[in-house]
């Protein structure tokens, strides 16, 4: 069964700490991990997909890298604004897709 | 209106209520989903359709009913639902089934 792990649970910073998260999963022929941020009360927002182990992909503060049993979230001198859940989801090759439970990001100015 | 669209947002019913969620696509996707949202506890993916035709239906009980009449909308009825139903729920849709997938503002339901 494909599984999905994120840590840590939850993430307090500093406005300018930068840190990393942390995405870990077994999956059964990966297609693509997906990357999104879910603020309170809406829908989770798509940020990146990854393909294959080594790709990196870069938005504002935020840059997601892959290995071949997980992927990182950076986040570079983040702002108050970043303060979110961010959610890692992986797709096998059957084409489902599996989420993480997420990290809940909070940034204090 | 761009997006995912859902309505309603909020949806306070009782265990023998009969309602329906509303989900509409402004994004010419032919892939739509539905997803339930619990507290602390990761997306469970419940239906998907795919250019209208049913994939998959991730062992939801037979209270929860889906509908896709077209490529831009989907529904879920929702019948005689238990007070553990409570949660999110979240529709999105994709460009084909590998894409990824844009997600509307959800519905919080309640049963009391």
């Known amino acids: ?109 | 209106e761009t997006g995912v669209t859902q309505t309603p947002r909020h949806l306070v019913m009782g265990m023998t209520n009969k309602k329906s969620l509303k989900c509409e696509q402004h994004l010419g996707h032919n892939a739509m989903y539905w997803y339930k949202q619990s507290a602390k506890k990761p997306l469970e993916l419940m239906f998907v359709y795919n250019f209208k035709e049913q994939t998959e239906n991730n062992s939801v009980p037979s209270r929860f009913s889906p509908e896709c009449p077209n490529s831009s909308h989907l529904f879920l009825h929702l019948h005689t639902l238990q007070p553990e139903d409570s949660a999110l729920y979240l529709c999105a849709s994709s460009q084909e089934a590998d894409y990824e997938q844009y997600f509307g503002p959800g519905t919080r339901l309640t049963v009391t």
């Open chain 1, 1 to 109: 069964e494909d599984q999905v792990t994120q840590s840590p649970e939850a993430l307090r910073l500093q406005e300018g700490e930068s840190s990393s998260l942390n995405c870990s999963y077994t999956v059964s022929g990966l297609r693509g991990l997906f990357w999104y941020r879910q603020d309170p009360g809406k829908g989770p927002e798509f940020l990146f997909t990854l393909y294959s182990a080594g790709e990196e992909k870069e938005k504002e503060r935020l840059k997601a890298t892959l290995t071949k049993k997980e992927s990182f979230l950076h986040i570079t001198a983040p702002k108050p604004e970043d303060s979110a859940t961010y959610l890692c989801a992986v797709q096998a090759n059957d084409y489902k897709l599996s989420f993480g439970a997420g990290t809940t990001v909070t940034v204090r100015a």
